[in-house]
């Protein structure tokens, strides 16, 4: 098969959560629901939050980590979720404030929810980002009332991913445990990813689409070119990044952008909804019993960790 734009494969792949298993029974999947010459050359977009929650955060960045030299015809996007932007601030990754703020400055807006978020207080907190320290912190209530689970350490449930590198939850040793390979992984992630031309199977044939995607989403009501160019920074003066952590504020398209067709792709919600080109593939949240999904283009097909496709030749 020849490659053009009209049949070049994107696959926009969700949460991982620590999730290794899921992560390769839905890789392996992936490669075979798709022309393999398609496959090997497709982009491959990861939609952040590849820690936390599940036990194999190491070895799911361990995976990562090879599928370039595995895949050296495929294109493989990193964004950064929520969670992993906690877990770089905590080993002190996170690019500096453009103003020259202190870390400690994004602690003020929020500081009536330390005691209870048991924020972590010890080794190099005191110039540390806010989401670092409750990432590690030590959550007084034990259980998610909005999830029903129970928190696992932390209100990130970060308790996992210090485990899977060997240490107890919210120990300062994890900055010595994590490899070199790791770090740098988790400090180049970036916060927003765009495409000029992705092409989409449509009932009247094929639209060319720019794509963004971005962990959680745009925010409605500001400027669309404002928040790219403070996504494309990584500006960490703010406490919050609402397009990578928002919920309501972020979940449909911004109205701006209606002039040239825009895919919007996120992961986040713990749901999967897809309306008109906006598209959100989360099925699991992290949860032990929900599938990672993985969204196909041209063809919108979803796919998942969970499809038995043994039958399939």
């Known amino acids: 098969m020849s490659l053009n734009t009209e049949n070049k494969v994107t696959i ?31 982009l491959v977009i990861f939609l952040g939050d590849y820690c936390d929650r599940g036990p194999d ?11 370039p030299s595995r895949y050296p015809n495929q294109t493989h996007i990193y964004l950064c979720g929520n969670h992993d932007l906690a877990f770089a601030a905590f080993l002190g990754l996170l690019p500096p404030p453009p103003d020259g703020s202190p870390f400690s400055d994004t602690w003020k807006q929020y500081e009536g929810s330390e005691e209870r978020e048991g924020w972590y207080k010890d080794d190099g907190y005191e110039n540390m980002h806010l989401q670092g320290r409750r990432w590690a912190g030590k959550i007084k209530v034990k259980f ?12 990130y449930d970060a308790g996992p991913t210090f485990e899977s590198y060997g240490v107890p939850h919210g120990s300062a040793d994890l900055i010595n445990a994590v490899p070199d390979e790791h770090k740098k992984f988790l400090a180049d992630l970036v916060w927003v990813h765009e495409e000029d ?3 989409l199977e449509t009932d009247e044939g094929i639209l060319h689409c720019k794509l963004i995607a971005v962990h959680a989403g745009l925010e409605k009501g500001k400027d ?11 500006d960490t003066r703010i406490n919050k990044v609402e397009c990578l952590s928002g919920r309501k504020n972020v979940w449909d398209i911004p109205q701006e952008m209606t002039e040239r067709p825009t895919i919007v792709v996120s992961g986040h919600h713990g749901k999967l909804h897809i309306e008109g080109l906006r598209f959100i593939i989360d099925e ?5 019993d929900k599938p990672v999904a993985a969204l196909v283009l041209p063809s919108k097909k979803i796919v998942r960790d969970t499809d038995d496709l043994k039958e399939v030749s």
Not at 17 to 37: A, C, E, F, M, R
Not at 57 to 67: G, W, Y
Not at 284 to 288: E, H, K, N
């Open 12 to 42: 926009c792949i969700g949460d991982i959560h620590g999730y290794l298993t899921k992560l390769t029974s839905l890789w392996s999947n992936l490669q075979t629901l798709i022309d393999p010459v398609q496959f090997s050359h497709a």
């Open 144 to 155: 998610n009332e909005i999830k029903k689970t129970y928190y696992q350490g932390s209100i």
């Open 224 to 234: 669309v070119q404002e928040q790219l160019k403070f996504l494309r920074a990584k």
């Open 197 to 199: 031309d992705v092409c």
């Open 284 to 288: 699991g949240g992290g949860l032990v």
């Open 57 to 67: 955060t190491k070895r799911v960045i361990d995976f990562l980590l090879s599928l």
